[in-house]
T-cell receptor
Framework: QTVVTQEPSFSVSPGGTVTLTCGLNSGSVSTSYYPSWHQQTPGQAPRTLIYNTNTRSSGVPERFSGAILGNKAALTITGAQADDESDYYC??????????FGGGTKLTVL | DVQLVESGGALVQPGGSLRLSCAASGFTFSSYAMTWVRQAPGKGLEWVSSISISGASTYYADSVKGRLTISRDNSKNTLFLEVNSVRAEDTALYYCARVQGDIWGKGASWFDPWGQGTLVTVSS
């Protein structure tokens, strides 16, 4: 069974840089999976940050960037701010109109 | 402004049924595929179902196949999700989202924007 993997939690200092990853339990993530990233703060609906691997959604600060690093999709936050403390979810297009989310990464900024 | 507003969430007994709705405004609804994503309390996001622009093609996660039915009414700018034979594990906040791009993978596709969600609670 295919599983999309993410780090359960991560911590970064204010002003620091953090890279969250999105992998597959079997195989590599490539641009063909069209990875996207979504941010969710408690009690709020998800917000789209990055789509098509590395394209920032409208209004998303430049400190958020996406890429393929090795065999995983990656979301990098450069110069983390306190309000970046959220849950981050990647989602991959699996083909035939199907998508799959990762389990999410809880990011703490402290 | 683009807006998606879900409704229809309720407390329902195991084995029961309900229909969720998602009213779209601020964009040409009939030009976009749509999707439902759910989130159980304290858990992550789970893709549930998607539907093509015309409604002719529908897709479901294996975990819900056979019990959930996605549909749309382009004349009323509304997306639906019918949930049958509900189980405790269907308890979740159900979000609708617009699918940007190509639903068949011929190019990039992603979910944006998202609605605020409607809560389904399954309990006797």
């Amino acid at each position: 069974q295919t599983v999309v993997t993410q780090e359960p939690s991560f911590s970064v200092s204010p002003g620091g840089t953090v890279t969250l990853t999105c992998g597959l339990n079997s195989g590599s993530v490539s641009t063909s999976y069209y990875p996207s990233w979504h941010q969710q703060t408690p009690g709020q609906a998800p917000r789209t940050l990055i789509y098509n691997t590395n394209t920032r959604s409208s209004g998303v600060p430049e400190r958020f960037s996406g890429a393929i690093l090795g065999n995983k999709a990656a979301l990098t936050i450069t110069g983390a701010q306190a309000d970046d403390e959220s849950d981050y979810y990647c989602v991959l297009y699996m083909g035939d109109g199907n998508w799959m989310f990762g389990g999410g990464t809880k990011l703490t900024v402290l | 402004d683009v807006q998606l507003v879900e409704s229809g969430g309720a407390l329902v007994q195991p084995g029961g049924s309900l229909r969720l709705s998602c009213a779209a405004s601020g964009f040409t609804f009939s030009s976009y595929a749509m999707t439902w994503v759910r989130q159980a309390p304290g858990k992550g996001l789970e893709w549930v179902s998607s539907i093509s622009i015309s409604g002719a093609s529908t897709y479901y996660a294996d975990s819900v196949k056979g019990r959930l039915t996605i549909s749309r009414d382009n004349s009323k700018n509304t997306l639906f999700l019918e949930v049958n034979s509900v189980r405790a594990e269907d308890t979740a906040l159900y979000y609708c989202a617009r699918v940007q791009g190509d639903i068949w993978g011929k190019g990039a596709s992603w979910f944006d924007p998202w609605g605020q969600g409607t809560l389904v609670t399954v309990s006797s």
